[in-house]
C-alpha cells in the first residue's frame, strides 16, 4: 500500500498510528507530500480530486481517502485488534471521539492558516472565534477525561491524541495543559505508546 503523506500533518498521524496499533506499518509506503501547497502532486492528485492526505492507494489499486475511510479499511484487514468497537453503542461513541477530534483538527488548520496568511490583514474576529472553540473543546475534553478507560486506545482516543499533540505543534502558546490535568496525563500516558513515539511530528 501507499500513503500520500506528510509528518506534519495531523490527519495522516492518526492513519499512521492506527496502522502502528494494527501491526500494519511495513506494509505501508510513504509517499511524502507538501501540506498546503497550492498545487497538488500531479500524482496525488491522479488518485484524489481533492488534492489532500491522506490518500492510501491499496495494492489492489483502490483510492481511500479520508483519513477516517482510510482507518476503516486498515482495521478490515486487521479484524482480529479491534480500534472500531463491533458492538453498535461503543462503535459509535469512539466514530464520535473520533469526529469530535477531527473537527476540532480542522478547525486548528484554519485558524494556523489565517495565522499565516500575509497579505492581506489577518481577521481578529476570524481567530477568537477558532480560539473560542478549541477553548470549549478542550474544557469539554477535560470533564470527560476523567472517566476515560486507561486500558482502552481506540480511533477516538487516537484522534484526539493527535489534536493534542498538533495543539503542542502549531500553538504551544495556548497552554492547553493549564487547568486540565486530566487530559494533560491522558495525553502523557498515551503519548508513551510506541505507535505514537514512531510517528512524531517532524516540526520543520
Ligand atoms: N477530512 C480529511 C481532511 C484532510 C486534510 O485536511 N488534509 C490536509 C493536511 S492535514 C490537506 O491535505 N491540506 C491540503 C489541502 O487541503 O489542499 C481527512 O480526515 O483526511
Not at 484487514?77 to 473520533?98: E, M, N, T, V, Y
Not at 476540532?104 to 495565522?115: A, P, Q, S, V
Not at 473543546?137 to 472517566?147: I, K, S, Y
Not at 482502552?152 to 489534536?163: L, M
Amino acid at each position: 500500500m501507499k500513503l500520500f503523506s506528510s509528518r506534519r500533518s495531523p490527519h495522516v498521524r492518526k492513519v499512521l498510528i492506527a496502522a502502528h496499533e494494527l501491526g500494519l506499518a511495513e506494509d505501508i509506503e510513504l509517499v511524502p507530500q507538501a501540506v498546503a501547497g497550492l498545487t497538488p502532486d500531479e500524482e496525488l492528485w491522479k488518485h484524489n480530486s481533492l488534492g489532500q492526505i491522506p490518500t492510501l492507494v491499496t495494492d489492489d489499486g483502490r483510492a481511500l481517502f479520508d483519513s477516517g475511510v482510510i482507518v476503516e479499511y486498515l482495521q478490515s484487514l486487521r479484524p482480529g485488534l479491534r480500534l472500531i468497537a463491533l458492538g453498535p453503542s461503543q462503535r459509535i461513541d469512539a466514530l464520535h471521539r473520533q469526529a469530535w477530534a477531527d473537527g476540532l483538527i480542522e478547525i486548528l488548520l484554519r485558524w494556523e492558516g489565517e495565522r499565516r496568511r500575509e497579505l492581506d490583514p489577518r481577521q481578529p474576529d476570524y481567530i477568537a472565534a477558532h480560539r473560542a472553540r478549541f477553548l470549549h473543546t478542550f474544557d469539554a475534553w477535560e470533564t470527560v477525561a476523567q472517566a476515560w478507560d486507561p486500558a482502552r486506545f481506540d480511533i477516538g482516543d487516537i484522534a484526539i491524541a493527535c489534536a493534542l499533540s498538533y495543539a503542542d505543534l502549531r500553538f504551544a502558546s495556548q497552554a492547553w495543559r493549564d487547568g486540565r490535568p486530566a487530559l494533560a496525563s491522558w495525553f502523557d500516558r498515551v503519548s508513551q505508546r510506541a505507535s505514537f513515539t514512531q510517528t512524531a511530528f517532524d516540526p520543520a
